[in-house]
T-cell receptor
Framework: AQSVAQPEDQVNVAEGNPLTVKCTYSVSGNPYLFWYVQYPNRGLQFLLKYITGDNLVKGSYGFEAEFNKSQTSFHLKKPSALVSDSALYFCAVRDSSYNTDKLIFGTGTRLQVFP | KAGVTQTPRYLIKTRGQQVTLSCSPISGHRSVSWYQQTPGQGLQFLFEYFSETQRNKGNFPGRFSGRQFSNSRSEMNVSTLELGDSALYLC??????????????FGPGTRLLVL
């Protein structure tokens, strides 16, 4: 079965420093990978996705992610963190097994950016 | 373009009652998926509708049902509510189903509290 793991419950970073939120996946076949962000009492906002092509994907709000097939990872990165980036981040993978087609989400990583 | 809208935003029900949640997708989007978000189970897929047909269903009991109308608006219904049904219910829309590498865009969610 397809799965996605976010090994860190929380990531703390100082404003202006680079940030990384980790995600690893397990899929059969070519993965469709996504990053979403959730602010308090809000739905999920799409940041970026990898379907095929360049391993470095650029998304909204200055975020980017690097697809690494050999390490089965899709880490989210930003060169310079903002306090307003503080939120809950979810990695997701498309699951097309067992005659279904849905997103499977990681458990989420809370990013805290300190001024 | 207006985003995904969900109504109502908040609901309080008692055990045994039933509830209907509504989702209006982004204009032009024909695929609607529903997810349940709880602190314990995280984000879990409920079902997906496309062209008024349920394409996929997650691992939820038959008390959870849904439908999609000809204008792509969708409703989900939960009958005989249980305390464990308390959750944030998220609706997501995309132009086509996930199989084509589509991005799902989420609404703000309906927060359901079962007492």
């Amino acid at each position: 079965a397809q799965s996605v793991a976010q090994p860190e419950d929380q990531v703390n970073v100082a404003e202006g420093n680079p940030l990384t939120v980790k995600c690893t996946y397990s899929v059969s076949g070519n993965p469709y990978l996504f990053w979403y962000v959730q602010y308090p009492n809000r739905g999920l906002q799409f940041l970026l996705k990898y379907i095929t092509g360049d391993n470095l994907v650029k998304g909204s709000y200055g975020f980017e992610a690097e697809f690494n097939k050999s390490q089965t990872s899709f880490h989210l990165k930003k060169p310079s963190a903002l306090v307003s980036d503080s939120a809950l981040y979810f990695c997701a993978v498309r699951d097309s097994s067992y005659n279904t087609d849905k997103l499977i989400f990681g458990t989420g990583t809370r990013l805290q950016v300190f001024p | 373009k207006a985003g995904v809208t969900q109504t109502p935003r908040y609901l309080i029900k008692t055990r045994g009652q039933q509830v209907t949640l509504s989702c209006s997708p982004i204009s032009g989007h024909r695929s609607v998926s529903w997810y349940q978000q709880t602190p314990g189970q995280g984000l879990q897929f409920l079902f997906e509708y496309f062209s008024e047909t349920q394409r996929n269903k997650g691992n939820f009991p038959g008390r959870f049902s849904g439908r999609q109308f000809s204008n792509s608006r969708s409703e989900m219904n939960v009958s005989t509510l249980e305390l464990g049904d308390s959750a944030l219910y998220l609706c997501a829309s995309s132009p086509m189903p996930l199989a084509g590498g589509e991005t799902q865009y989420f609404g703000p969610g309906t927060r359901l509290l079962v007492l």
